[in-house]
Nanobody, 123 residues
Framework: QVQLVESGGGLVQAGGSLRLSCAAS????????MAWFRQAPGEEREFVAGISWSGDYTNYADSVKGRFTISRDNAKNTVYLEMNNLKPEDTAVYYC????????????????WGQGTQVTVSS
């Protein structure tokens, strides 16, 4: 089991940027694919971005491709989500997830989730 703690959310104007972080506990972090999902009010949780255990492979939902960048630092047990050119429709709670299956522009989540961090984009 991996314990995950997200940070970095907040309120930003449209066109602005935020950087989310997800700190993981456990010595096997580097063995896990990682991903970010998000959930807006009244909506289902959706895939945002994923990264392989080595960092060599990344994938993105079509809605964020070209604006968001996922990265990881295995020495720090941390995965990041750099979000640029934010839009009001990006408003959601963002969740870090460990162990997802990743392919094309989507992912199936693994079992371990963080508590989430709120991102609000004003127009």
């Amino acid at each position: 089991q991996v314990q995950l703690v997200e940070s970095g959310g907040g309120l930003v104007q449209a066109g602005g940027s935020l950087r989310l972080s997800c700190a993981a506990s456990g010595r096997t972090f580097s063995a896990y694919n990682m991903a970010w999902f998000r959930q807006a009010p009244g909506e289902e949780r959706e895939f945002v971005a994923g990264i392989s255990w080595s960092g060599d492979y990344t994938n993105y939902a079509d809605s964020v491709k070209g604006r968001f960048t996922i990265s990881r630092d295995n020495a720090k047990n941390t995965v990041y989500l750099e979000m640029n050119n934010l839009k009001p429709e990006d408003t959601a709670v963002y969740y870090c997830n460990a162990g997802p299956r990743l392919w094309e522009n989507t992912g199936r989540p693994g079992n371990d989730w963080g508590q989430g961090t709120q991102v609000t984009v004003s127009s």
